[in-house]
């Protein structure tokens, strides 16, 4: 292909909308164009990126038996009704009608039209297990969109979704696509990180994300020092610093104590002249309609994606200060003392014999001598409390958390039974003794647009974006320099030569060494080939590569043999990834 006929329009100035390296250079490098809020065209090259992404999913994936398929985007609304999910998800889903008023969704993922296609076909044992996947576009009605492809209205995504005739055979299969993962994103060039995960609104019995360290990550995630332990904070546990106990039998009871003007975290340790550990913070919040208190030391933060699966809520959120004043509760002074009728959820790393502080149930009072299981009872206590950088791991005696940023780049979900349930799509197989017998889903999905982005965030230096042999838009860019004939006719040459094995972009541009020199290096290209005047009469060409930055200068006739060479050292190695076994 050539430069000139290829649409490829770079920038120089760093565009005012970009922050993040991924977003500032698929700008700059021509790959992408906004069109608005969250949503990109994807120019020639970021066509090409998408297309070597999706053939790399589609080589991992029919490797492991998966069969591609490909699903509507416009969904009746019947189906999510179905599920549940058409009322559960927020604003998120794009809700429509069409001219005879009849509703549909813009699908975000396609558990609801897979599991009916699964319900129309699977009869029988014998149809199972299989797995289905497709790379089709997905829509969400997203807040905040941001970071270019990071976080985006419209994107490509694989969902895969397959079928087994029980949870042994989606545990025995779980392995293979957990894997197969592993083997795309080490193709692609990225170091994922698999993590423990909340299953969230897909639900299931369990989840894995993948995740690519990185300052620009809005996901943050644990890792242990010592053990292989790896989670989500949303999933995340670990060894809380448990409060020495109440030596003294005879304890101080209750009492209530005037603070005017005290009110945060802050000001009570002053006031009282303690540590925030010996506080409980009481946050009220509404779950599908419930007021429910959450009661917590004040040296932790509640998780309420944890606080929302202890409760199996589908919707959380903080109370409005209104609907606290219609129960009679004071906001900025709640404590569990004293009341009825209200779910209380404690967190379990406070102990019943250990005095706190907390608020009065009246305005500027609050409780001191608190004794849990003395002065209020009848609460649920569950892990609610968000894990911190240096707590304990709770799966080792040696090890401590560290939190550490990162990009999801995959996730993958034991559904199991959530979308075959009868109050949902209602899925069952005759079994080999002639028994109904319920299938067992699973559920994965990879983003293609991420992933481009991804790549960038992890492959740039301050030229350009460097993208991994696999997904490169074409893996040499020709660059003749000068202005004499005979560096271009070589040039056309090797275009023709190299084009038999490799993808080949010849910069025919009659630009300056500097604009061509610098282009290459901005689109990140694997490897480039510079011919002028001065090497052609050595008899020699000059290959950089990319990514380690090396220079040879090269015999033109071993051109081949060192161009193999190169590309061979630039397959990412797939041994050694922390595989599952079977």
């Not at 319900?119 to 807040?143: C, G, H, N, W």
């Not at 610093?241 to 304890?251: N, W």
């Not at 075959?420 to 067992?440: F, H, Y």
């Not at 290209?525 to 005047?533: A, D, F, G, Q, Y």
Request: hydrophobic residues 40%; aromatic residues 8%; glycine residues 8%.
């Amino acid at each position: 292909m050539r430069y000139t006929k290829f649409f490829i329009h770079t920038l120089f100035e760093v565009p005012r909308e970009a922050e993040t390296p991924s977003h500032i250079l698929l700008l700059r490098g021509s790959y992408i164009h906004p069109v608005a809020a969250g949503i990109y065209s994807l120019l020639p090259l970021g066509h090409r990126v998408a297309e070597k992404i999706k053939g790399v999913l589609r080589e991992e994936l029919n490797a492991i038996g998966g069969l591609e398929i490909t699903m509507p985007v416009l969904n009746p609304s019947e189906l999510w009704k179905k599920t549940g999910r058409y009322f559960d998800i927020g604003h998120e889903l794009f809700r429509l009608k069409d001219r005879k008023d009849r509703e549909f969704v813009l699908a975000m993922t396609h558990e609801e039209v897979v599991t009916d296609i699964a319900r129309q076909f699977m009869k029988s044992y014998r149809d199972l297990p299989v797995m289905l996947y497709q790379i089709q576009t997905k829509i969400r009605d997203e807040a905040r969109p941001r970071a270019g492809l990071l976080r985006v209205r419209e994107f490509f995504m694989k969902d895969g979704y397959s079928f087994h005739p029980n949870f042994d055979d989606l545990d025995a299969y779980y392995p293979t696509i957990y894997n197969a993962y592993l083997r795309i994103f080490a193709r692609c060039g990225l170091l994922a990180v698999p993590i423990e995960a909340d299953s969230g609104i897909m639900g299931g019995s369990g989840s894995h994300e993948f995740m690519l360290e990185s300052p620009h990550g809005e996901d943050r995630f644990v890792l242990c020092t010592h053990c292989h332990y790896r989670a989500n904070t949303e999933k995340a546990t670990g060894k809380k610093p448990s409060l020495p106990p109440e030596k003294d039998p005879s304890l101080p009871s209750l009492e209530k104590v005037a603070t005017p003007q005290v009110k945060t975290i802050a000001d009570l340790v002053r006031f009282f002249g303690t540590g925030e550990e010996r506080f409980l913070k009481t946050v009220a919040y509404e779950a599908d309609g419930q007021m429910i208190l959450a009661v917590i030391r004040g040296d932790f933060t509640i998780s309420e994606t944890k606080l929302t699966n202890h409760l199996k809520a589908i919707k959380l959120h903080v109370a409005a200060e209104e609907k606290l004043t219609e129960k009679g509760l004071v906001p900025g002074f709640l404590s569990p003392v004293g009341l009825e009728k209200v779910r209380i959820v404690m967190d379990d790393s406070i102990a019943e014999n250990v005095l706190f502080i907390t608020g009065g149930n009246e305005p500027d009072t609050h409780f001191r001598n608190i004794l849990p299981g003395r002065d209020f009872f009848g609460v649920e206590t569950a892990d609610i409390a968000e894990v911190r950088e240096g707590d304990g791991c709770s799966q080792c005696s040696a090890g401590k958390l560290k939190i550490r940023r990162g990009i999801e780049l995959g996730h993958t979900f034991k559904l199991g039974t959530k979308y075959t349930a009868p109050d949902s799509m209602d899925v069952n197989i005759l079994d080999a003794e002639g028994d109904q017998k319920r299938v067992v889903m699973g559920c994965y999905g990879i983003g293609v647009e991420r992933l481009m982005a991804s790549a960038v965030e992890q492959w740039h230096d301050d030229h350009g974006a460097i993208f991994p042999v696999a997904i490169a838009p074409f893996d040499i860019i020709l660059s003749p320099i000068g202005k004499k004939r005979e560096a271009f006719q070589e040039a056309e040459g090797l275009y023709e030569r190299l084009g038999k094995k490799y993808e080949v972009l010849l910069d025919d541009r009659q630009d300056s060494p500097g604009v061509k020199l610098k282009d290459a290096d901005l689109i990140g290209i694997p490897v480039r080939i510079v011919v002028s005047e001065k090497l052609l009469k050595k008899q020699e060409l000059e290959v950089k590569v990319r990514q380690t930055g090396d220079v040879f200068f090269c015999p033109t006739q071993e051109l081949e043999a060192l161009l193999e060479k190169i590309f061979e050292d630039l397959q990412p190695p797939l041994e050694g990834l922390p595989y599952l076994s079977h």
